[in-house]
């Protein structure tokens, strides 16, 4: 028996890239999950709202409360757009939104990008509010990718996503692992944003530059690294832990991003190190940082297993894939969120869900 289903995907990265939406279909055949991304877009954020979500951890209740409804219509806007524009009929949205807070040690996280919003303009039943479940659970809250790899990308040892935050998934059946590793774009682009271009395009820039070893070395020191798993990574690390040492750095912005390269390539590979693996096994890179071909050449350098590098449509919107999943689980009351993962008490069906109808 074969089951179908179309679902639409929003996510919204760490590093303000902009809004992915995607269209996914899902077919399910003897137990067995198979994708295929649609239609996909990215729609990037105007001047204004990325430096409103910028200041959001400095913001009032009233703004933060403001904003989050703002957001959530400006999504629903898009989506509908998005729906119309390719005449799809998709029977669920599956939104992360846009992390603003991330603080699991003090148990809470926050995704702005109302719901209800999205529902409302789309008339389409919208699951959002992936990760407050997880935490209320003792869990992390993060990753919540390896929930969809397991069943769509069982067949590599490892998922390595390059966005805002590098993270990575150990697929090993139940005893999956994933988690943070370190600052990705998010480092590279603050380092760009100071000359005013969103993103090295195509790592032209630290193609320029060379490796300052004190640089590398104060960051390779960073406690963070030294943490066992699971753990994760938020913008409040970055601002108090990283980006003091960028900024108090006297060298060029060349060697600084050249520097971040080397430094993301050493981390990934020190977190490899650690699994049992043979020379075969592939580590599958996506997000947008498997576009900067100086970040995937030091990666090559330094890593023990073969790179993959799949289609372009899989490399941007792998992570909006993976929430259309999610969400689609949760439809089908099936467990999206696995404790050994994040940490929590037990593996659960994690979202909230507002009613299209």
Known sequence: M???FQVIGLMSGTSLDGVDIACCNFDLQNESWEYQIKYAETFPYTNEW?????QMMDCTALQYVKSHVELGKFYGELIRGFIDKHTIKPILIASHGHTVFHQPANGFTAQIGDGSQIAALTGIDTVCDFRSKDLALGGQGAPLVPGGEVRLFAQYRFCLNLGGIAN??????????????????????????????????????????RIDQSLLNDLNNLSFYQKPFPKSLGREWFDREMMPLLDSSTISLE????????????????????FTFVESDELLITGGGAFNPVLINK?????PVKIKIPDALTIAYKEALIFAFLGLLFQRNETNVMRSVTGSSRNHIGGALYKGS
């Open 299 to 303: 990666l090559r350098k330094h890593n």
């Open 255 to 274: 060697d600084k991003l050249a520097t971040v390269c080397e430094h993301v390539a050493i981390q990934i590979a020190n977190v490899i190190s650690q």
């Open 2 to 4: 074969s089951e179908s």
């Open 168 to 209: 990575i998934t150990v697929l090993d059946g139940p005893q999956t692992l994933a988690f943070d590793i370190c600052p990705a774009n998010m480092a590279l682009n603050f380092l760009t944003n100071k000359i005013g271009l969103d993103y090295d395009k195509d790592g032209l820039l630290a193609a320029k530059g």
């Open 50 to 54: 990325k430096q409103r979500l910028n």
